[in-house]
């Protein structure tokens, strides 16, 4: 199945300051979502987007549906100990049936106090 | 709102017993829910689609009747394990779809996970 490219693979950042992470795909997608996981938990949606271009915030996080439907960013602004976790990105393409996920590696996320 | 249990949220079991997960959307319909599976520092694998009503569709690799699944109502899918060995130990993830027509939104929410652990 599909990749997707997810960057970077991990990052070690203090508190208060803002991170940023990008997947993108080979195909055309109609939607993305970005999910963070907690250690032994399922992923909790945290923000999803359905139309190129579409910029929506979350609270301090905010994503973006790139315009040519090939990838996606997120950025989190002032960090704090609690953002600890990994981040995935995920997204459906034009031809998938039963609205299938494709989920990218994910971003490790470390926040020193 | 759009919230998925499942349950049990850990099972230990011996070698050759089965096992039953169950997933359920708690405040919407689902026709569709998946099934994942997580390794250690890895992504979600995609295992099956589950489809209320009808047969699961099976990722290639994946032993259909190993990973039995059954999709009896609109929210409520379950993952039975058959005949589990140490190498299905793993954390199963399961994910509900929500899809608006009226909104052109399709969006999947997931459970808690489900920790296996066959000895």
């Known amino acids: 199945g599909q990749q997707l490219n997810q960057s970077p693979q991990s990052m070690f950042i203090q508190e208060g300051e803002d991170v940023s992470m990008n997947c993108t795909s080979s195909s055309i997608f109609n939607t993305w979502l970005w999910y963070k996981q907690d250690p032994g938990e399922g992923p909790v949606l945290l923000i999803a987007?359905?139309?190129?271009?579409e910029l929506t915030s979350n609270g301090r996080l905010t994503a973006q549906f790139g315009i040519t439907r090939k990838d996606s960013f997120l950025n989190i602004s002032a960090s704090i100990p609690s953002d600890v976790g990994i981040y995935f990105c995920?997204?459906?393409?034009?031809?998938?049936?039963?609205?299938?996920?494709?989920f990218g590696r994910g971003t490790q996320l470390t926040v020193w106090p | 709102g759009a919230v998925v249990s499942q349950h049990p949220s850990w099972v230990i079991c011996k070698s050759g017993t089965s096992v039953k997960i169950e997933c359920r959307s708690l405040d919407f319909q689902a026709t569709t829910m998946f099934w994942y599976r997580q390794f250690p520092k890895q992504s979600l694998m995609l295992m099956a689609t589950s489809n209320e009503g009808s047969k699961a569709t099976y990722e290639q690799g994946v032993e259909k009747d190993k990973f039995l699944i059954n999709h009896a109502s609109l929210t409520l899918s379950t993952l039975t394990v058959t005949s589990a060995h140490p190498e299905d130990s793993s954390f199963y993830i399961c994910?509900?779809?929500?899809?608006?027509?009226?909104?052109?939104?399709?969006?999947?929410?997931f459970g808690p996970g489900t920790r296996l652990t066959v000895l």
């Open positions: 994910s509900a779809r929500l899809e608006s027509i009226a909104e052109s939104t399709d969006t999947q929410y």
């Open positions: 987007l359905y139309k190129a271009g």
């Open positions: 995920a997204g459906t393409d034009r031809g998938s049936t039963l609205g299938r996920l494709y």
